[in-house]
């Protein structure tokens, strides 16, 4: 018998974030190991009156490629891919792992090489994403690979997962609703401002954070995230226009199952042009260095999910922990008034919240809106 919170989960996704209608094309992507909510979505997806196909993806096959692919098939780029992201009106994908270090023993100059190849791939999902054409999310389907990451078990990951997505409440989607109007306060009052000052004291050795941020209402446009793409949500973001200072991040930065511990980026220009860390500093640099655009700020976020309270080394969560802000360096999304195009898209997050790091404050236009990990707007979200 399937889990009966697949179903609600099935549910938002089909009726809420993606909004898929009758005629629809929805491509769902998923390792096997996902397949129950795969059956649901995709039952879902049939009584909406919409054509579902499944595209398996595999962890064992992605590892036999990077381990043995020769460079011409490193920088193969799939026609098949490339048509389906012209055709299809919805894509689903579900990020259900049971290994999340699979990819950890390849080269990274492979797994970036591979990625670049795909960049022509990107940058048209992107654009269809911003003109409106394809209708898009992705979610978690919780494995012991994810739990044991987030140091719980089983059981308490799950019900870690599905509460983050609200699908404990009686009405997910109204819920959802009412977490969108409260971030529409901060999206309203964040698209009049022009420069954005994220700040956090010293500590662990470090000098914390000083990061000032250009986002011009001119051409930044902040985007509120209420489960419309990434399901859990909790943010609201913009594509920044320049980026200058330092920033020291307070969670482990994980990309492809690699955990960069004590990452510190400084910027000018708008461009990373220094940058450390105490672990695999290897890898953080293979990833900078991957393309022109990879060390250019592709996005500058704040965390507004309050449900979410604990680091689980999974970014779809973390970022959107309330009390956080989050920058991704590498591509940016055209919508939110980015131009920055990378095969890379790494959202890295810094902790403002009381703790062992001292908190911290957001400035826009140099009035503190935001102290220790909680706004200062009248109506925006809070912690329950």
């Given at each position: 018998?399937?889990?009966?919170?697949?179903?609600?989960?099935?549910d938002?996704?089909v009726?809420?974030?993606?909004?898929?209608?009758?005629?629809?094309?929805?491509?769902?992507?998923?390792?096997?190991?996902?397949?129950?909510?795969?059956e649901?979505?995709?039952?879902?997806?049939?009584?909406?009156?919409?054509?579902?196909?499944?595209?398996?993806?595999?962890?064992?096959?992605?590892?036999?490629?990077?381990?043995?692919?020769?460079?011409?098939?490193l920088?193969?780029?799939?026609?098949?891919?490339?048509h389906a992201?012209?055709?299809?009106?919805?894509?689903?994908?579900?990020?259900a792992?049971?290994?999340?270090?699979?990819?950890?023993?390849?080269d990274?100059?492979?797994?970036?090489?591979?990625?670049v190849?795909?960049?022509?791939?990107?940058?048209?999902?992107?654009e269809?994403?911003?003109?409106?054409?394809?209708?898009w999310?992705?979610?978690?389907?919780?494995?012991?690979?994810?739990?044991?990451?987030?140091?719980?078990?089983?059981?308490?990951?799950?019900?870690?997962?599905?509460?983050?997505?609200?699908?404990?409440l009686?009405?997910p989607?109204?819920?959802?609703?009412?977490?969108h109007?409260?971030?529409?306060?901060?999206?309203?009052?964040?698209?009049?401002k022009?420069?954005?000052?994220?700040?956090?004291?010293?500590g662990?050795?470090?000098?914390?954070?000083?990061?000032?941020?250009?986002?011009?209402?001119?051409r930044?446009v902040?985007?509120?995230c209420?489960?419309?793409?990434?399901?859990?949500?909790?943010?609201?973001?913009?594509?920044?226009?320049?980026?200058?200072g330092h920033?020291?991040?307070?969670?482990?930065?994980?990309?492809?199952?690699?955990?960069?511990?004590?990452?510190?980026?400084v910027?000018?220009?708008?461009?990373?042009?220094?940058?450390?860390?105490?672990?695999?500093?290897?890898f953080?640099?293979?990833?900078?260095?991957?393309?022109?655009?990879?060390?250019?700020l592709?996005?500058?976020?704040?965390?507004?999910?309050y449900?979410?309270?604990?680091?689980?080394?999974?970014?779809?969560?973390?970022?959107?922990?309330?009390?956080?802000?989050?920058?991704?360096?590498?591509?940016?999304?055209?919508?939110?008034?980015?131009s920055?195009?990378?095969?890379?898209h790494?959202?890295?997050?810094?902790?403002?919240?009381?703790?062992?790091?001292?908190?911290?404050?957001?400035?826009?236009?140099?009035?503190v809106?935001?102290?220790?990990?909680?706004?200062q707007?009248?109506?925006?979200?809070?912690?329950?």
């Amino acid at each position: 018998m399937r889990d009966p919170r697949l179903d609600r989960l099935a549910d938002v996704l089909v009726s809420y974030s993606t909004r898929i209608r009758r005629g629809d094309l929805v491509m769902i992507e998923s390792d096997p190991v996902g397949l129950p909510l795969v059956e649901a979505v995709y039952e879902r997806v049939l009584k909406a009156g919409a054509h579902p196909f499944w595209k398996a993806s595999s962890e064992s096959l992605t590892d036999l490629f990077m381990e043995t692919a020769e460079r011409h098939q490193l920088d193969h780029c799939s026609p098949l891919d490339r048509h389906a992201v012209e055709t299809i009106d919805a894509r689903i994908v579900f990020w259900a792992t049971n290994n999340t270090k699979h990819l950890s023993g390849i080269d990274p100059k492979r797994v970036a090489d591979a990625r670049v190849a795909r960049t022509e791939i990107t940058k048209r999902f992107f654009e269809r994403c911003a003109e409106g054409s394809l209708r898009w999310c992705g979610t978690l389907f919780p494995t012991q690979a994810g739990a044991q990451d987030a140091e719980m078990s089983l059981g308490q990951y799950e019900r870690f997962v599905f509460e983050a997505g609200l699908l404990h409440l009686p009405d997910p989607v109204a819920a959802w609703k009412q977490i969108h109007d409260r971030q529409e306060r901060v999206r309203a009052f964040l698209q009049s401002k022009s420069v954005l000052r994220f700040r956090a004291p010293a500590g662990d050795g470090h000098d914390g954070t000083d990061l000032t941020v250009d986002v011009d209402p001119s051409r930044s446009v902040w985007i509120n995230c209420a489960g419309t793409e990434n399901f859990p949500d909790g943010e609201v973001f913009c594509g920044p226009q320049g980026v200058d200072g330092h920033v020291n991040y307070t969670f482990p930065a994980v990309y492809n199952g690699r955990e960069v511990e004590g990452v510190r980026l400084v910027f000018k220009g708008g461009r990373v042009v220094d940058a450390s860390a105490r672990k695999n500093e290897d890898f953080l640099f293979a990833m900078l260095d991957q393309d022109e655009g990879a060390r250019n700020l592709g996005e500058i976020a704040i965390g507004t999910n309050y449900a979410i309270e604990h680091f689980s080394r999974n970014t779809l969560f973390d970022e959107k922990i309330g009390g956080t802000f989050h920058a991704a360096v590498g591509a940016g999304y055209p919508e939110s008034g980015s131009s920055n195009e990378s095969a890379l898209h790494w959202d890295m997050v810094c902790d403002l919240r009381p703790g062992p790091h001292g908190g911290g404050t957001i400035e826009a236009d140099g009035e503190v809106f935001h102290k220790d990990g909680r706004f200062q707007l009248q109506g925006a979200p809070a912690p329950v």
